[in-house]
């Protein structure tokens, strides 16, 4: 037997549906915020994610799908979104006539090489969007109420976001050097992998799994104290936004976030105060790093597989409906055609109809009728439909009337 492949999954019956109906409650929000959907493909050249996420990445080192093509290019399937969407936007010149912001959300498959949990796969969903071409902490504040809003209109009303600011590149380096003098005499404390990134990139020392929970990371210089004046300042007006926006936020001075791009505003959204079910930021140098000019943009991934995750274990009522509203039975095969017409004609002015496919005896056709769980069936005979009409059974309270057969679609949804 061929089966599924580690860390993928299929998703189908009311996992599909809760899907789609997330989906909806998404695609309708960016709406509202004004934000149009895109759609990039699933692989791209490997070089966009090494230039892009950047080469210091573990998602680069240690999580890439990479492959070579019939025609020996060096493609990657895509690991994240923000590349390929900066790829979009620079290919298609779309920084040449930018009178306003230009604003997208995706919602698609991404592929890591990880170790598959709770939670974790090596294919999995990320919901995100990007906003290119604005600096002001207006579009900060406008990207981070669309993230939290997200997961209250799910129904997850107790997210907080936590917010740091990475400061701007001045700011950062004096920073860097200095958690780079802090961590040199302490370079044996530390994992494998941090000895590496301290020279490389000693920021990313602080988001290490392995090392989280030692003194030595926890006592390290935070970036707040190193922001310029111009930095922190920008940061406190993005507070003063969030707090009149009335959302729920907290200054998390250890944020940094796994990614090489960011500046200034980094965030995640947590959930009861634990694992992270999204985050973002802003990545000024992106657009110019990848070929493009100096545009800045921001932007937030949501965890898809995650957030489902949340909403289940928080007991979110997401409506699912496994019933139909009519179902069509009929008698001999004289009136098969009949059932094949009114059941198209219903299913076009918005019913959720159904008739037996299977030539099924009739008292098999009736036990459809309530593995569909049908609200109203019709059983057609031949001395109905000679009258031009058929008899409409409500399915619960087994009340019938007789319904002109030009009447039905009026009657039954008069009746739903
Ligand atoms: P990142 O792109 O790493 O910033 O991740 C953004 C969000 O995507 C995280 O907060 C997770 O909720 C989710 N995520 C990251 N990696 C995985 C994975 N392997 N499986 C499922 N969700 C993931």
């Not at 494998?192 to 926890?218: F, G, M, S």
């Not at 390290?220 to 111009?230: G, M, R």
């Not at 008698?331 to 198209?344: C, H, I």
Request: aromatic residues 10%; charged residues 30%; negative net charge.
């Amino acid at each position: 037997m061929i089966t599924k492949q580690k860390g993928t999954y299929d998703i189908y019956g009311d996992e599909a549906k809760k899907r789609a109906y997330v989906n909806d409650i998404l695609a309708t929000l960016c709406e509202k915020y004004n934000y149009n959907y895109i759609e990039t493909p699933v692989f791209e050249a490997s070089e966009l994610f090494h230039r892009g996420v950047g080469e210091t990445t573990d998602m680069v080192q240690k999580e890439t799908y990479d492959f070579k093509d019939r025609g020996e290019r060096a493609l990657t399937l895509r690991p994240e979104g923000t590349a390929s969407v900066v790829r979009w936007f620079i290919e298609n010149k779309l920084y040449g006539n930018m009178s306003d912001p230009v604003k997208v959300f995706y919602n698609a498959k991404m592929y890591r090489y990880e170790r598959p949990q709770s939670g974790r796969n090596r294919e999995f969903t990320q919901w995100g969007f990007e906003c290119f071409g604005s600096d002001d902490v207006m579009s900060d504040a406008e990207v981070i109420s669309l993230a939290y809003n997200a997961y209250r209109f799910l129904g997850l009303d107790d997210v907080k976001v936590k917010l740091n600011s990475l400061g701007d590149t001045a700011s950062r380096m004096k920073y860097r050097e200095s958690l780079i003098a802090y961590f040199e005499p302490h370079i044996h404390e530390l994992c494998e992998d941090c000895q590496e990134r301290l020279k490389k990139n000693p920021l990313r020392i602080l988001d290490c799994k392995v090392d989280a929970e030692k003194d030595i990371i926890k006592k390290a210089p935070v970036i707040l104290d190193y922001l310029n004046e111009e930095s922190a300042s920008r940061f406190k007006k993005l507070q003063e936004l969030l707090d009149l926006m009335d959302i729920n936020y907290e200054v998390d001075d250890r944020l940094v976030r796994g990614l090489d791009y960011y500046n200034h505003t980094v965030f995640e959204i947590t959930l009861n105060d634990s694992y992270a079910l999204g985050g973002g930021g802003r990545y000024n140098d992106l657009v110019e790093t990848l070929g493009g000019p100096s545009i800045s943009g921001i932007g937030f991934a949501m965890g898809y597989d995650r957030t489902l995750l949340a909403i289940e274990e928080n007991g979110v009522n997401i409506p699912i409906n496994n019933s139909i509203d009519v179902y069509i039975l009929y008698v001999s095969d004289t009136e098969k055609e009949t059932a094949a017409y009114l059941t198209q004609d219903l299913r076009l002015n918005g019913i959720i109809a159904e008739t037996d496919m299977l030539g099924k005896s009739l008292k098999s056709q009736f036990k459809s009728v309530d593995r569909f769980q049908a609200k109203y069936y019709i059983v057609l005979n031949d001395d109905d439909l000679k009258n031009n009409e058929v008899v409409v059974k409500d399915n619960k309270t087994k009340e019938e009337e007789h319904v002109k057969i030009n009447d039905l679609v009026d009657y039954i949804d008069m009746h739903m």
